[in-house]
């Protein structure tokens, strides 16, 4: 099996999932491919949770997801040092961030300082915690999803985080046909 058959099997799978939105789940897939990361910009319901941990699963990759909210912290992110008793000393705890899959879910609900926690993460491929700088896994693709800044306790992505993103797509409802086949 070629390269092109093997993505149009990828392509397929993902479709079985993502009903009636095959060109949203091409640009998730290009976008996995090219080492990018990607920003789903839409309502709550529409699908958009489903389409990354999809994307996850069909090409085998370790899948962590973070609700962002307005008292998320960024070592909620990153992780903390814990002291453990039988080995006398501190231990890192990594967090949800270690993952080659991160769903950042919801996004801009979170306050602008932890939504920055993530900036190192997505240019470097590294974070830092207490003074270590320590590597992500590879692949490490970041997909956050973005509820429409008029609804009630959403920030603004600032630029700087916003050009992190390769892509920004939208799912939109599904049409009348992919509603009866998900059903």
């Known amino acids: ?3 092109t058959q093997k993505i149009q ?6 479709n ?7 060109a949203q789940v091409r640009d998730g897939v290009v976008c996995l491919l090219a080492g990018g990361h990607l920003l789903i910009e839409d309502v709550p319901g529409v699908g958009k949770t489903t ?3 999809a994307l ?4 085998g990759l370790q899948f962590s997801r973070v609700q962002f909210t307005a008292d998320l912290m960024p070592s909620d992110l990153s992780g903390v040092s814990v002291y453990e008793r039988t080995q006398e000393r501190f231990v890192f705890h990594p967090g949800p961030v270690f993952a ?7 996004i801009n609900r979170a306050s602008p ?8 993460a997505m240019e470097e491929k590294q974070v830092s915690v207490e003074g270590e700088t320590r ?3 590879w692949p490490f693709f970041v997909i956050a999803t973005q509820n429409p800044y008029d609804q009630l306790g959403t920030y603004a992505l600032p630029e700087s985080q916003l050009d992190r993103f390769l892509m920004r797509i939208s799912l939109g409802y599904p049409e009348r046909a992919a509603e009866r086949e998900l059903l």
């Open 56 to 59: 996850a699963r069909t090409f």
């Open 113 to 120: 300082k932890t939504q920055s926690a993530l900036l190192e």
């Open 1 to 3: 099996m070629d390269v």
């Open 51 to 53: 389409l990354a941990h």
């Open 9 to 14: 099997a990828v392509l397929d799978q993902l």
């Open 135 to 137: 590597a992500l896994p």
């Open 16 to 22: 079985t999932v993502m009903a009636g939105k095959s």
């Open 100 to 106: 080659q899959v991160l769903l950042a879910d919801e």
